[in-house]
């Protein structure tokens, strides 16, 4: 088992920033790659941001140019630094971790709220 634990939500000003953490720990080894998502009222869950164990890195159109996603192997963390808020990118946070084993796990946080001021 994984556990994912969110922090750094908050509610700023657009055109402000914030950079939420994402640490993982319990059985937290061959993680193929880490991410968030996130969820708006009355919206489907969406892609944000992945990192994969390999560097490689994917950005959802909306925020390409504004967020960018990190991660720091030693502490099994990922980090998304969040620029140039808008309103629309209010809505709860989720970190994501697929674990690959014999077969491939899926685990999530708790989320945490990000809210955009106009």
């Known amino acids: 088992q994984v556990q994912l634990v969110e922090s750094g939500g908050g509610l700023v000003q657009a055109g402000g920033s914030l950079r939420l953490s994402c640490k993982a720990s319990g059985s937290a080894f061959s993680i193929i790659s880490m991410g968030w998502y996130r969820q708006a009222p009355g919206k489907q869950r969406e892609l944000v941001a992945t990192l994969t164990s390999g560097g490689s890195t994917e950005y959802a159109d909306s925020v390409k140019g504004r967020f960018t996603i990190s991660g720091d192997n030693a502490k099994n963390t990922v980090y998304l630094q969040m620029n140039s808020l808008k309103p629309e990118d209010t809505a709860v946070y989720y970190c994501?971790?697929?674990?690959?084993?014999?077969?491939?796990?899926?685990?999530w946080g708790q989320g945490t709220q990000v809210t955009v001021s106009s």
């Open positions: 994501n971790a697929d674990q690959q084993l014999a077969l491939l796990y899926e685990y």
